[in-house]
C-alpha cells in the first residue's frame, strides 16, 4: 500500500514538469510570434515544432544542471568552479545540439527552402553566443522557478510543524499535574512506609498510578464526564490521603452517560482549586457539586470566604478553562454570599 502511495506522488510531480513544459513551448511560441510585428498562425505553428525538436537537449542539461550539479557541487561541496565548468558542458552540450537538430533534421524536413541559409548562419560565432544565453536565461528560469516552488512549500511545512508543535505543548500543559501536589503525594506515600502503614502506601501508589496514566496516556481529546468523575473521585481520595485535615465533599445530584467534555479540564480545574486553597488559606474545607440542568453540566465550588483567595480564585479558573475551549463554550460566575466563596461553572456539552 505504502509503495502505491509512492507511484502516485512520482506521477503526479512528473505531470506537473510535462504541463510546465507544454506551457512554456506554447508561450515562448507566441512570443517569438509576436516579435515578427505580424500574428500569423503558420508561423505559431512552425515555431511550436521548431522549439518542440530542440527541447529534449535542454531538458537533458536543465535537470542535470538543477537536480544534479546545484545540490552537489553548490549545496553539498561548494565546489564552485567545478560546478561552472560541468555546467558551461552542459550547457554547450545543448546549444551544439540544438545547432545540429535543426540544420540537419528540422530545416531540411519543414523548411527546406531556409537550409543552406541556417547551416552557414549556424556557424558562426555570434549565433552560438545568443544560442547560449537563451539556454542559459531558460535554465536559470526554471531554477528561480523551482526555488520559488520549494520555498513556499518549505515555509508552508514549517508553519504546519510549528503549530502542531505548540499544540502538543498546550496539550501536555493542559494534562500535567500540579507538581507541587504531586511532589506532596510522593512524599506522603513515603511516610506511610516508613511508618509501616504499607496498606495505605500502596493504595496511594495505585491512585497516583491510575490518574497520570489518564493524564498522561489516554490519548484523546475528548472523554464521557462519567470518565473524567471517576478520576476526580480518586484523586479527592489520594488528597484525603496526604492531608486527612482537608475537608472535601463531593456531591454529584444527577449523572448523564454520554455528556462529553474536554480531557482532564474538570480534573485539572479542581487540582488548581486545591492547590490554591492549599497555598492560600488555612481553613481547608470545599464543597463540590456536580449537575445537570438543560443539557448543560453545572459545577458549583463552595468554600470558606478568604479576601486574597476570592479574585485570584477566579481568574485562575478563566485562565485554565480559556486554555481548553472557546468562552461560548462555558459559563464562570461568583455568587454573592457573605460567609463563602462559590463559583458556579456551566459546561456545555460537546
Partial sequence: MQNHKTVNIDIKRITYHLLFWLCFLIVYS??????????????????????SHSLPPLLISNYIIVYVLIPRFIIKKRNYIVFIILTICCISFTDISDILIRAYYYFPKYQPEYTQKYQSYSLSY?????????????????????????????????????QKNDEQKIL????????????????????LNESHQEKTAAESI????????????????????????????????????????????????????????QHSILFN????????????????????????????????ICINYNDQLKTMLY????????????????????????????????????
Fill in 269 to 300: 480545574l479542581i487540582v488548581k482549586v486545591i492547590s490554591l486553597l492549599t497555598n492560600k488559606s488555612s481553613h481547608k474545607e470545599i464543597i463540590l457539586t456536580f449537575d445537570f440542568s438543560h443539557d448543560n453540566l453545572v459545577l458549583r
Fill in 126 to 162: 555570434d549565433y552560438f553566443i545568443i544560442n547560449f544565453y537563451n539556454k542559459t536565461s531558460i535554465i536559470i528560469i526554471f531554477f528561480a522557478l523551482k526555488f520559488f516552488k520549494d520555498y513556499i512549500i518549505g515555509y508552508y511545512e514549517n508553519e504546519r510543524l510549528k
Fill in 206 to 261: 495505585a491512585l497516583i498510578s491510575n490518574i497520570l496514566r489518564y493524564s498522561l496516556y489516554k490519548d484523546q481529546e475528548f472523554v464521557l464526564f462519567t470518565e473524567e468523575l471517576s478520576i476526580i473521585y480518586k484523586f479527592l481520595k489520594l488528597q484525603k490521603h496526604n492531608d486527612p485535615s482537608f475537608a472535601i465533599e463531593l456531591l454529584v445530584i444527577k449523572e448523564v452517560d454520554h455528556f462529553i467534555i
Fill in 315 to 350: 481568574d485562575e479558573i478563566s485562565t485554565l478553562l480559556d486554555s481548553y475551549t472557546p468562552r461560548s463554550i462555558y459559563q464562570l460566575k461568583s455568587i454573592p454570599d457573605k460567609d463563602n466563596i462559590i463559583l458556579e461553572l456551566l459546561l456545555k456539552n460537546q
Fill in 30 to 51: 507566441f512570443i517569438n510570434l509576436v516579435n515578427r510585428y505580424s500574428v500569423a498562425w503558420d508561423y505559431f505553428w512552425l515555431n511550436l515544432l521548431d522549439y
Fill in 172 to 191: 501536555l500543559l493542559k494534562r500535567q499535574m500540579h507538581p507541587k501536589l504531586l511532589f506532596d503525594v510522593l512524599k506522603h506515600i513515603k511516610h
